[in-house]
Nanobody
Framework: QVQLVESGGGWVQTGDSLRLSCAASGRPFTSYSMGWFRQAPGKEREFVVAIRRNGSITSYVESVKGRFTISRDYAKNTVYLQMDSLKPEDTAVYYC?????????????????WGQGTQVTVSS
């Protein structure tokens, strides 16, 4: 119903930037909210931020506030996560996810469709 493909991950050093992309297809882009999650080795998958189907943006997880920015390009059916001032603690597989609700619970269970993930590795 909704297909999501992440890209843009890579291996960078502390202080570098990356821009992740998530291309969506299968439903009108305005009909679902989209979020970013990340999962570090041995850790639980955690919510990072989401942009709702009505255009509003959730709070960012505290650890990335001031460094990450979510945006949505409706013409390209793509959501982005701009990641600046990267730290080793940001190392994780990053997933985009789609939710059919305007205000989905900000947990993995609140999202209905998932991309395959893209690896972000930040070395010190």
């Amino acid at each position: 119903q909704v297909q999501l493909v992440e890209s843009g991950g890579g291996w960078v050093q502390t202080g570098d930037s990356l821009r992740l992309s998530c291309a969506a297809s299968g439903r009108p882009f305005t009909s679902y909210s989209m979020g970013w999650f990340r999962q570090a080795p041995g850790k639980e998958r955690e919510f990072v931020v989401a942009i709702r189907r009505n255009g509003s943006i959730t709070s960012y997880v505290e650890s990335v506030k001031g460094r990450f920015t979510i945006s949505r390009d409706y013409a390209k059916n793509t959501v982005y996560l701009q990641m600046d001032s990267l730290k080793p603690e940001d190392t994780a597989v990053y997933y985009c996810a789609a939710a059919l609700m305007i205000f989905p619970p900000l947990t993995p269970a609140g999202f209905d469709y998932w991309g395959q993930g893209t690896q972000v590795t930040v070395s010190s």
